[in-house]
């Protein structure tokens, strides 16, 4: 009897140990096995949305408390993922929901594996499978959610404050928070106010550009400018020197005919005169 006792115990312990361990297996949403990069978000639950935390080959995963998944990896960051559950059949209510239909594309007929939820416009998203580079905005066949918030990130807390807590941040990249508390995504704003922050730039892009050719066309106007004063004052300099080559020359020429004048003058005195009587 003490036996009997002995091993409905050891094999209850065995079973408590063992049957978490058999639940965290992670399933994508088709129901297909994932790799041991993807692990439960909360492994102490008995079903959990699943994301790549134990990814080595690159950056892991951050799970949101909705079970969805913030990837952190490469060209990859910032974007939402739905990538699965502990639950094989996705129908658990701890598994992930963000996408409507997660067992089906948005063509309503192959399996997917996991979702990217695509951020279309101010709390506007949608859904497209994972691998598809077509955008999903304005398929009308997509499925589309309307929301504020797609979650909130769960980080391991460093600090004494055991006490989760949630704190919006001002747009969905919340890759820079490190503080270790839950924060809320909230929707970034896209399509018209993207547009007209693209018209900003473009007027802000166009004003520097202006005033960059300005600068430029009166950089080149001054480099003329001088190039064109520096010739003059050449040329006006070679015009004196050779006026006043000119001058002296003639200065020259003067100064020579006036001493030959003189010579001539100093001659005349000293020949003799005639008396003006005339011999026989």
């Known amino acids: 009897m003490v036996s009997q006792l002995s091993f409905l115990s050891v094999f209850t312990i065995f079973t408590f140990l063992i049957a978490p361990t058999i639940a965290q297996q992670c399933y994508g949403l088709d129901g ?17 949305g699943c994301c790549a935390t134990k990814r080595t080959n690159g950056s892991p995963d951050i799970c949101l408390d909705n079970g969805l998944c913030m990837a952190t990896n490469n060209e990859q960051l910032g974007m939402i993922w739905q ?14 929901k963000m996408c ?5 594309d948005f063509n309503g007929s192959n399996p997917v594996v996991a979702w990217q939820v695509q951020t279309c416009d101010y709390g506007r998203y949608c859904c497209r499978a994972a691998g598809d580079r077509r955008s999903c905005c304005g398929n009308s066949s ?9 979650g909130s990130l769960l980080l391991e807390t460093t600090t004494a404050d055991t006490t989760p807590s949630t704190n919006k941040l001002p747009h969905a990249a919340a890759s820079a928070v490190s503080t270790g508390k839950p924060f809320e995504i909230t929707a970034v704003p ?8 693209r018209q900003k730039i473009a007027i802000v892009g166009g004003t520097v550009g202006g005033l960059f050719g300005l600068t430029v066309l009166a950089l080149v106007s001054a480099i003329y400018w001088m190039h064109k004063r520096e010739r003059r004052q050449r040329r006006l300099k070679e015009h004196y020197e050779t006026q006043f080559s000119q001058t002296n020359a003639y200065r020259k020429a003067l100064a020579s005919t006036a001493v030959s004048m003189r010579t001539s003058t100093s001659l005349e005195e000293f020949r003799p005169k005639s008396s003006g009587v005339v011999q026989q």
Do not use: F, M, R, W
């Open 100 to 104: 409507p239909d997660a067992t089906t």
């Open 32 to 48: 297909s096995t994932l790799d041991s990069s993807y692990a439960p978000c909360n492994p102490n639950a008995k079903h959990s």
């Open 142 to 150: 997509a499925p589309e959610i309307i929301t504020d918030s797609v």
């Open 190 to 197: 896209t399509g018209d106010s993207c547009k007209k922050e």
């Open 83 to 96: 990538s699965g559950c502990t639950d094989k059949t996705g129908q658990d209510v701890a598994c992930p």
